[in-house]
């Protein structure tokens, strides 16, 4: 396993500890543990100095990195959604790549392609901007449907096959996708299989009345016009510890019960009255993983039904459909979600 | 006035068929009538409008209001018209203020509003009675004809109207289209404050123009319901066919005379010879008696025919009766009054069967009513269940809280009754237990206590921020820390520290007291 160096965050955070693989004494185990959630508590302080007032939206951020999972954030223009993204690139020391969707681009543009080179007469293989580590797909719905399904295969399996050889993303490999929920002319929603491959979909809200004005206050006082600053921004993790993270965010405990409320909750769905289609399995997972990776950032040992329950909006809700009915009344899946939640019976021992 | 000389077929009519003949003959003379018109109409309009120019509002009700008086010539060339050759355009006009002359302030004023105005008009124009008599003449006429008179003016309201409307719309859409595509109204509005009077004034003509066609079909029709109502009330149709008969048979008539005079001579000597025979033919004479066939038999065969059909129908009906229905029936007494009285009862007692048949069938409804509710809530349970549960409002006393909460047995009688006692005495040999009894009670605390709404589906950590609603630090802190060490022990598998019982245990003393009520 890795170790963070420590000249990348020589401050105050005990993260700059290294971080020795799991194979130790149970103390030991539990020391890298408080490590590892320092050294997520300390990004989330970070991320919030970017992007003010969308506490929740950085920490599903971060619960979707330590679980390795996909993002597709949705808002409406100018809530920061690409700010955010930004900022994680800037805290996170590995690759980052941005491809910025039109309704022109090519599925070859994404994924690379092979060029013929004149001097060697042969065939060169050329990557696209996917091969990196955090990706950034910007307003993603405003590509056809063919560009979209090139992020299929990297999504799910973490590799691209190119000219009939299957290539290997370097890992840890993130998606952050972006889309506006307001704009339908122009756009191409999302086909299920690539929603479902995005293990949060995260919805920005407008801040509060007293973050806004502070971050009003901050962001006039820079003599950039309109964009806030991220340059200021440290480098708290490379790569290599990102993977480390998400290990120990693996194997935190769970209990049986715990396991069995996620279960019982992705079930629920398919056999609940006001949603015409069921997450699937692939949402249990995400609700387990997302679980683990929260009582990470929480700084717990374990895993409590909390944080099972906190990540389920964000795992469900693009993963089902509602009821026409409904959707004529006007109800919003989440509120359906909701419901829902209430009313499947959390464990108890 | 000479009936005979009539232009159109005197006869009754019904008084739409009178209406149908007014239209006719207004379309007869229409030329007349609207050259007429118009002469008379728009000159006063025009100048009106000069008049009033800067209020086209009241320019135009100052010419509604003079209605009346331009239906006066279109009457007069009518009345003219129907027994003799219709007057010249210049003739009608000099006749003008002849016309005018009577009762003119009285159409303008208390008569401006009838309803009947087009049938009043001939009495008050044509028939030149003053006083008590005119209005006993209005009163005998408008007796059976005001409702077709009302009706007539009403259609015409509204057949201006829609011609009103109808001649501005065709004037918007003649407009074209580069002209004004849509309208701003707004600014149509703002502009009407300022010079658009030449538009009231035109809109008023639009008015003004339709009327030509109308009125003098209106003032038709009228004069055709007046007609109608004298033809029926002074037989105008029957002394149309005396005067016929007059013409036809003036020469005939002195020896048709004649020969009925004489006639009637004659007669008186007949009756006593038809009084001697009719006393031979009578029935019971005896030689009429004495024949084979007696008139006795003949008078029974004749009944006998008389009953059986074709003359009479007979038929037969078999039912079912209750018993006790011919046992009154045969106990009945002859007596009339009786016999009406126990009809009366038999009566009664079919209602009451009839009753209970009622109360049978309303049975069986209210049971299908109630069969049809239950099945659909059956059928929507589930959505009854989703959805009502999040209208409902939110009952501040939860009466009957739960006894098992989330696989915990929460119910009060349930707890030993000195829970701190009991987890010490636990904690020794499971603590796990000790600690699970206690976080026990805390729930069943604040279910029963504290009426905390909680439901399976809460988790511990939203337990944790109903209880921080309460702004008591002491609980606050006290089920923070007991929620923490639980949470150890059933997800995380790992024993709070020995210290940790002492501790919770005071604490739980503290918060709730033995004494304190459940």
């Given amino acids: 396993m890795s170790d963070i160096s420590p000249d990348t965050h020589s401050d105050e955070t005990a993260a700059a500890e290294p971080l020795t693989p799991a194979p130790a004494p149970v103390s030991n185990a539990a020391q890298q543990r408080q490590r590892a959630s320092q050294l997520a508590q300390a990004l989330r302080v970070e991320l919030g100095k970017a992007l003010i007032g969308q506490q929740a939206v950085i920490d599903d951020v971060l619960t979707a990195l330590l679980a390795g999972g996909h993002v597709l954030i949705e808002g409406v223009p100018g809530l920061g959604k690409t700010l955010l993204v930004r900022a994680l690139a800037r805290c996170f020391g590995g690759e980052f790549a941005r491809i910025q969707f039109t309704p022109d681009l090519m599925p070859s543009d994404v994924t690379g392609h092979a060029v013929y080179d004149l001097q060697s007469e042969q065939f060169k293989l050329r990557k696209g901007p996917v091969f990196t580590n955090l990706l950034l797909a910007d307003e993603i719905n405003r590509a056809p449907a063919k560009t979209q399904a090139a992020l299929l295969e990297v999504m799910q399996e973490r590799q691209v096959t190119l000219e009939g050889r299957a290539l290997a993303v370097p890992l840890p490999f993130m998606v952050l996708a972006t889309q506006n929920p307001i704009e339908q002319e122009g756009t191409y929603p999302l086909p299920e299989a690539e929603l479902d491959r995005f293990m949060l979909k995260l919805r920005m809200e407008y801040p509060q009345q007293d973050e806004e004005l502070n971050m009003v206050r901050q962001v006039t006082r820079s003599p950039r016009a309109d964009m806030l600053e991220v340059s200021p921004l440290r480098t708290l993790l490379q790569a290599k510890d990102v993977a480390a993270l998400q290990k120990i965010a693996a194997d935190l405990p769970i209990d049986e019960q715990v396991l069995d409320y996620a279960v019982r909750l992705a079930r629920a769905t398919r056999s609940w009255p006001g949603l015409a289609i069921g997450a699937g399995p692939r949402a249990s997972i995400a609700l387990v993983r997302g679980a683990r990776a929260r009582a990470l950032l929480r700084g717990g040992d374990f895993v409590v039904p909390d944080d099972v329950k906190g990540c389920a909006l964000a795992v469900l809700r693009h993963r089902v459909r509602l009821a026409p009915e409904l959707d004529i009344e006007g109800l919003a899946v989440d509120q359906v979600l909701r419901q829902l939640l209430d009313q499947v019976p959390a464990p108890r021992l | 006035m000479r009936l005979t000389d009539a232009s159109v077929a005197i006869r009754p009519r019904t008084a739409w068929e009178a209406l149908d003949l007014g239209v006719l003959l207004a379309r007869r003379h229409a030329g007349l009538l609207i050259a007429s018109w118009a002469l008379l109409s728009l000159p006063v309009f025009a100048l009106l409008c000069l008049l009033l120019w800067d209020h086209p509002g009241w320019a135009l009700f100052a010419f509604w209001w003079l209605k009346p008086a331009f239906e006066r010539l279109p009457l007069y060339i009518l009345s003219r018209s129907l027994f003799a050759e219709p007057p010249t355009l210049g003739q009608a006009m000099r006749a003008l203020p002849g016309v005018l002359r009577p009762q003119l302030l009285a159409s303008l ?410």
């Fill in chain 2, 109 to 518: 004023t208390w008569r401006r509003l009838s309803l009947t105005r087009s049938f009043d008009l001939p009495v008050l124009q044509l028939e030149g009675l003053s006083g008590q008599a005119r209005a006993q003449r209005l009163v005998v006429l408008g007796q059976r004809e005001t409702r077709f008179a009302t009706w007539l003016t009403v259609v015409g309201v509204h057949v201006e109207m829609a011609l009103w409307l109808g001649l501005g719309s065709l004037f918007y859409m003649l407009l074209p289209a580069q002209l004004e595509l849509d309208w701003n109204w707004q600014r149509l509005l703002e502009a009407a404050e300022g010079d658009w009077l030449w538009l009231e004034h035109l809109s008023n003509l639009v008015y003004v123009l339709p009327l030509m066609l109308w009125e003098p079909v209106y003032v038709a029709c009228g004069f055709t319901l007046y007609l109608n109502r004298r033809t029926a009330l002074e037989a105008w149709d029957i002394e149309l066919v005396f005067r016929r008969l007059r013409q036809r048979l003036t020469g005939s008539a002195y020896a048709l005379l004649l020969g009925l005079g004489l006639s009637l001579t004659l007669l008186p000597m007949a009756p006593p010879a038809l009084a001697e025979s009719s006393e031979v033919i009578a029935p019971e004479a005896p030689r009429l008696l004495k024949q084979p066939l007696t008139s006795e038999a003949s008078r029974q065969s004749i009944e006998a025919l008389l009953d059986a059909p074709p003359f009479e129908h007979r038929e037969t009906l078999t039912r079912w009766r209750l018993g006790d229905d011919q046992e009154q029936a045969s106990e009945s007494d002859p007596e009339t009054a009786k016999n009406w009285l126990e009809r009366l009862l038999q009566l009664r007692d079919g209602w009451q069967h009839l009753g209970t048949l009622a109360l049978i069938f309303e049975a069986l409804l209210w049971a299908a009513v109630l069969a049809l509710i239950g099945l659909l809530l059956w059928r929507y349970r589930q959505w009854l269940h989703l959805f009502a549960s999040r209208l409902r409002p939110p009952s501040p006393v939860r009466r009957d809280a739960p006894t098992q909460l989330f696989g915990l047995d929460v119910a009060p009688e349930r707890l030993p009754d000195d829970i701190a006692a009991e987890a010490e005495r636990l904690w020794r040999e499971q603590p796990r237990a000790a600690l699970g009894l206690l976080y026990r009670a805390l729930l069943s605390r604040l279910l029963h206590q504290h009426h905390l709404p909680l439901t399976s589906a809460h988790t511990e950590g939203e337990v944790l921020e109903q209880v921080a609603q309460f702004k008591r630090d002491d609980l606050n802190a006290f089920s923070q820390i007991l929620t923490r060490h639980w949470q150890a022990a059933a997800y995380g598998n790992r024993l709070p520290p020995q210290n940790a019982c002492a501790d919770l245990c005071a604490g739980w003393r503290q918060l709730f007291p033995a004494g304190a009520a459940r």
